[in-house]
């Protein structure tokens, strides 16, 4: 078998014994009798080939920042590996490239513990943000505390930590024990102020529920009176409405009882109402033909007249008795106005002969009667002697008086 000596990198001799040249000497790294030199190097120099691409493959991991743990105990092997490989190749190239990922790794070593302080310390944040608004939450006081949307936002927050817990960097242990400590604190503190919370409610609604038990109970005795028993029922909803929640389960069943009784009572009111309703129809139709009576009444002048007539027929009206209740108002007011028209008369009447009144009005109109004679005499001599400013106060005191003089009639 010939010796290959043309390829750069290795060579063939007569036993099919390969060898790679490094540097100046050379190693054996295998043999090939079966084969031609040529296809004894390409097996070898394959072996080289796999050997660049798992150094190739590594440099770009490297650039892409994966984790520099991995890379450098991959460094490590490719490098012993490389020293004696049985290959045929420019492995001292291989060398160099796995040295220079060496200063590579320590680049990326301080970038990534860079990177990894700056998201430990931004997911510390970020868990005690949620430790905080767990503390918001348990430093709420409990008895004005929506607990419905306060269990939702804790198992929410929970939820959250859980997953940054699961999903976000590692933190260290100290403060992230620290952290849980202050979170668990607060959800215990928050179940105890809703346990409490809900017991006291429990105890309240409890109350509750037996005062209203007790009301609809009365409630249903009352059906038996009918229309008596309302104002009683009237009484028992205001102590209903003053009861508090009994929780809107037993709430709905009891104001169903209590409803029930209060509609029988009511119910038997209506059917009171009915029956009297068409009894006292026929006294709305009485009353009407009194009132046609009556109103002429309004533009009477004769106050005797007028007296004498309403006098018989307010007799007469009260005689008569009631009339449905939605009639009541309309007819009162049209005979309160009658009367008020009849008094207004007699009011007048006694105004205008009141003794006292006259004597008061004769002497006033006297008096009033000795001022304008004055102030006409008081005029006649402003006008004489021209003086305008004495004309026109005279003028405007006697317009007065004779006003005051007409308005009492003098």
Known sequence: MATNDQAPWGRVDETGTVFVREGDSERAVGQYPDGTPEEALAYFERKYTELAGQVTLLEQRIKRGTAVADVAKTISALKATIGSANAVGDLAAL???LDALDGAVGELTEKQTAEAKAASEAALAEREALVVEAENLAAQDPAKAQWKQVSATLDDLFARWQKHQQDGPRLPKSESNELWKRFRAARTTIETHRKAFFAELDSVHKDARNTKQDLAAKAEALVPTGLDGIPAYRSLLEEWKAAGRAGKKFDDALWARFKAAGDALYAAKSEVEKIDN??????????????????????ETDRVVAKDRLLSIQRRWDAIGKVPRDKVKPIEDRLRRVETAVRKLDEEHWQKSNPERIARAEGLAGQLQDAIAKLERELETAKTTGDAKKVKDAEEALAARRAWLKAIGG
Not at 278 to 299: C, D, G, R, V, W
Request: hydrophobic share 40%; charged share 30%.
């Open 95 to 97: 060398g160099r490239r």
């Open 278 to 299: 068409e009894e006292f129809t026929a006294n709305l139709e009485q009353k009407l033909a009194l009132l046609t009576e009556a109103e002429p009444l309004l533009t």
